[in-house]
């Protein structure tokens, strides 16, 4: 496993990183980075020199980003220099190639100096950290997959989507075959079965993680200590404190984790959250009915006695966890964090709840989440309020919000109809959370990270709650307990 | 109000509650009456009276009944003398006539004694109560309602719809014009506006009580303490104590206590019954989603700052109570009582639950309910199981069973539909209720009077720890706390 804090060259070198928050906020950015972590710049000037850098790194910010490879450094240093071509920068020490290649690259990647020299060689400061988490490039991120599930075809198609943002750069199976047959299909031409050798790779700037639930901490821990954004597929981590681990040591590699919540970048989503938290078409809200349920095809396996992953205690399955998640996180994402909540499993042979029913308790209301692998639903979506019903589709793929008038029962459709986007299960469509993850870290919105890991957490420490409440107890709980 | 174990002579006498519970078992009868409460039947002679008075009983019980108005009382003393015209009975002492007209009736009945003679003039034994519960008599039985509002008036509906069992006999209310209007409007002749009034009137032999729910322990208590079979709209009683009280009181009384839940005497609900617990279509249960959320023009009232009854903790209101009790209900009769329960209401201006949701928690599944006067849903009732769902329409007024295979999804329609009872609201249809309940009392049908008395019993047990739990406290929780 990599080392925390390792450094290559292949990180976004943002130069506002060295620019005090307190700085940034007179700029009227609202972007809080924690330099301390962000970067280890040395100052070996006087005075003058420090302000002379502060000027310099203001400037840079708005101007230039050192990215990319070793060749892209090395171009996007002219552009600095071009830039500030006025400034009293001569020269930078670009820093070092990557040492080896992706399949014998070290698990310790070479550290990256870069030095800004004024004209007498005097130092002006160094960067001796690799580690940035923000940048306002709009270059392409490279990215692997772990994973090599529908799901993970479903992301790779949506980035295809959005090449602006993302780009497929190799691809991670245990086994090879699996691996270069998923490669194949997918035009990629670097695979890994070592998650040590992907993370070597330079080039690699995020990971997508798709594998089976029990995995997710286990790999995304290796990816963020070495210094690889992450997105990771709901649920994220089978405890709230290896979710906490996780996001710590983000921060500590200056590197974004995103739970990958696609359905509330979805258009209607965010329609509908308009709708109710600033439009108050309901006014006050009363409560909500949120069912997910529908028939697995491996519940059938369940009956026929095995045990798919999903299924499984040890692979941290379940149909709350899987399936509960998207009502809990509607809920969380449209409401906020709920007082206190519950939940009435039904426990199948494998130990796990193949369905259960719960509720979310608010300040003056409920929500009811009714979610199942085990059976069907035609119960749609419904929040209540003061004013009447929003009766939507599903907490997913939102193609319909009608509203219905509490006295008069008139019906009004208010979703933006033209704006949905087709989903042909099992290719979903992950192509609004696909551009705006990327959004996020390639126009380093910091506010907009910090949001969604807000909701994570919130998420974990909700759906947690009623699991454990409910008795259905995973080995990382031992390890991980509250 | 009317002392405990009051005596007059328009109580049915059966013949055979003088016959031990014992030979009641032997006789293959599965009827199990207190005959302490029953009858206090002196037998003063010796012990081959005795065997010859258990054989008039026994022969009696299937051949006449002492019933009625004191005339009718007459002629069917004759019918006894003539069914058993060898015995060695040569004569009765009949009850006294009442002693005065409904408007001017004594709170305090006269008493009656029945005397059976030998021929040597030797006592049989002297019937010295008058309060019996059942009755193999098919003679309608003479009622009075307390309430004048549509739900009284659906049930003389359907009392008119069942001529052999039901008698509108006399209206109450506390306006003389009001229930003069009420009577006028359904061809009756006798009201009153004081509830002693009422009970002191013999003929009367039950009372259907719709009146606010706060009021219904008092009056019931008192048509109980009277004599009279009681049907008590839902919800019975504000807490259980008190039901439990007027349960003790219908015993004591040897009179039966119904509460009016039409819904789980509706064909297709038996008919539902049936499928989930004799022919197991759903294979084991995984749970069930039952709503009833129906927006009230009252719940306006409320949003107007008033305070309509049904809306009033005062009253002993809230949707909890009102509507909540028919999920409740149907989910306590379709799969028995809930280990636990738990409710988070939506608290309106008035102080109670304009809407909640909660669980019913079962040994391996949860029932949700959502229920609510200030909101509507689109939702229908599901019940869960390993095979698949079963859809239908409502928990009342049933018209729809469909299964959804869980697997194929096919569907399949299993309602008797031919069978189903038009509804049109406000007047509802209490057809088959109502026939339920004559049944009872007329057949003397102890085990289904047991069954519904359980059901009464679980159902508020439930209601009231939901609605407690949840801080919606009325004032009869405090003289009836736990």
């Known amino acids: 496993m990599a080392s925390k804090g390792t450094q290559h060259p292949s990180m976004i070198v943002c130069l506002q990183s060295i620019v005090s928050s307190s700085k940034l906020s007179r700029d009227g950015n609202e972007k809080r980075m924690d330099t301390s972590h962000a970067l280890k710049a040395k100052a070996s000037a006087d005075d003058e020199h420090l302000s002379c850098a502060g000027d310099l790194c203001s400037r840079a910010r708005e101007e230039a980003v050192i990215t990319g490879s070793p060749k892209r450094i090395a171009s996007e240093h002219e552009s600095i220099r071009a830039g500030i071509g006025k400034s009293t920068i001569v020269d930078t020490v670009p820093p070092s190639p990557p040492s080896s290649s992706p399949t014998t690259a070290s698990t310790t990647p070479p550290k990256s100096h870069i030095s800004f020299l004024l004209k007498n060689n005097s130092p002006l400061f160094t960067l001796t950290t690799t580690t940035l988490t923000m940048s306002s490039s709009n270059a392409p991120i490279p990215y692997a997959t772990i994973g090599t599930n529908w799901i993970t075809t479903s992301w790779i198609h949506a980035c295809n989507q959005v090449p602006e943002s993302w780009t497929l750069h190799s691809v991670y199976s245990r086994s090879q075959s699996t691996a270069s047959t998923f490669a194949a299909q997918h035009n990629c031409k670097t695979t890994h079965t070592s998650l040590?050798?992907?993370?070597?790779?330079?080039?690699?700037?995020?990971?997508?993680?798709?594998?089976?639930?029990?995995?997710?901490?286990?790999?995304?821990?290796?990816?963020?200590?070495?210094?690889?954004?992450?997105?990771?597929?709901?649920?994220?981590?089978?405890?709230?404190?290896?979710?906490?681990?996780?996001?710590?040591?983000?921060?500590?590699?200056?590197?974004?984790?995103?739970?990958?919540?696609?359905?509330?970048?979805?258009?209607?989503?965010?329609?509908?959250?308009?709708?109710?938290?600033?439009?108050?078409?309901?006014?006050?809200?009363?409560?909500?009915?949120?069912?997910?349920?529908?028939?697995s095809s491996r519940y059938t396996n369940v009956l026929n006695g095995e045990t798919p992953n999903i299924f499984s205690l040890d692979f941290g399955g379940g149909a709350l966890v899987d399936v509960g998640v998207y009502p809990v996180c509607f809920a969380v994402a449209l409401f906020g964090t709920p007082k206190s909540q519950s939940y009435t499993p039904t426990i199948c042979a494998t130990g796990v709840d193949a369905a259960g029913v719960g509720t979310l308790q608010y300040d003056n209301f409920g929500v009811a989440l009714n979610v199942s692998k085990a059976y069907s639903t035609s119960s749609v979506v419904e929040i209540y309020g003061e004013k009447g019903t929003l009766r939507v589709n599903g907490t997913t793929d939102i193609s319909s919000i009608v509203f219905v008038d509490a006295k008069s029962k008139e019906e009004k459709e208010l979703a933006d109809e033209g704006k949905c986007l087709k989903v042909t299960k099992p290719d979903v469509n992950m192509e609004e959370?696909?551009?705006?993850?990327?959004?996020?870290?390639?126009?380093?919105?910091?506010?907009?990270?910090?949001?969604?890991?807000?909701l994570s957490r919130a998420i974990i420490k909700v759906t947690e709650s009623m699991r454990r409440g409910a008795g259905i107890l995973y080995p990382a709980d031992q390890e991980w307990g509250a």
Chains 1, 2 share one sequence.
């Open 196 to 295: 040590d050798s992907l993370l070597a790779d330079p080039i690699l700037r995020a990971v997508y993680i798709a594998s089976p639930n029990s995995l997710h901490f286990t790999q995304a821990r290796q990816c963020l200590s070495a210094g690889k954004h992450v997105i990771l597929e709901k649920p994220a981590t089978c405890t709230s404190k290896q979710l906490d681990e996780l996001f710590r040591l983000s921060k500590e590699n200056n590197v974004v984790l995103i739970e990958a919540f696609r359905h509330i970048r979805e258009h209607n989503f965010l329609h509908l959250h308009k709708l109710v938290n600033e439009d108050k078409v309901l006014g006050p809200i009363y409560g909500a009915s949120l069912p997910y349920a529908s028939y």
């Open 433 to 454: 959370e696909v551009r705006e993850f990327g959004r996020i870290i390639l126009e380093g919105d910091e506010q907009a990270r910090q949001r969604l890991e807000e």
